[in-house]
């Protein structure tokens, strides 16, 4: 069977808040189904692409992938989900790599996020894209990444 194409990364626009709040509530669900206490993950996706730096990965026509940026005091990678159908393509790597373009365009020169602390794979891919712990507090672990 040939590899599915490369999805597209774009920005969001605000007709991809329903796709990409299934996406996020798909990507999630495992966990969840795991009985993780998780925030409500994919409520506010409207405001998000509205208000912040939001990326789609799409492929024919669906949404597979996202990524949102808070550029504030601080940048916050508040949130990175792919599709379980669609994992494991890359799609996550490459969903972080405009992330981090964005960030460093924008002068910074550290971003941050936080994950589950149950959520080891997810710290696992984190840390093979060079993402460095840097603190757990209660359920959540800390990552960030230096500019080079």
């Known amino acids: 069977m040939p590899n599915p194409p490369k999805p597209l990364i774009r920005r969001a626009v605000p007709q991809d808040a329903a796709g990409l709040a ?3 509530t798909a990507a999630y669900a495992p966990f ?14 409207d405001e998000d692409i509205a208000e912040h730096h939001v990326w789609v990965a ?11 940026l808070i550029l504030g005091e601080t940048a ?15 799609i996550g ?3 972080i790599d405009q992330a981090q373009e964005a960030v460093w365009t924008a002068g910074y020169d550290r971003v941050h996020l936080a994950t589950h602390i149950d959520m080891t794979a997810t710290q696992s ?10 603190g757990q507090d209660g359920n959540k672990v800390y990552f960030a990444m230096q500019r080079q």
Do not use: K, M
């Open 58 to 68: 799409e492929r024919d026509g669906q949404i597979v992938g996202g990524v949102v």
């Open 32 to 45: 969840i189904a795991e009985g993780l206490a998780l925030p409500p993950v994919s409520e506010g996706i």
């Open 125 to 134: 891919f984190y840390r093979r894209l060079g993402w460095q712990e840097t």
């Open 93 to 95: 790597r490459r969903l």
């Open 22 to 24: 299934d996406c996020i």
């Open 76 to 90: 916050h990678l508040a949130n990175l989900a792919v599709h379980p159908d669609a994992g494991g393509g890359g």
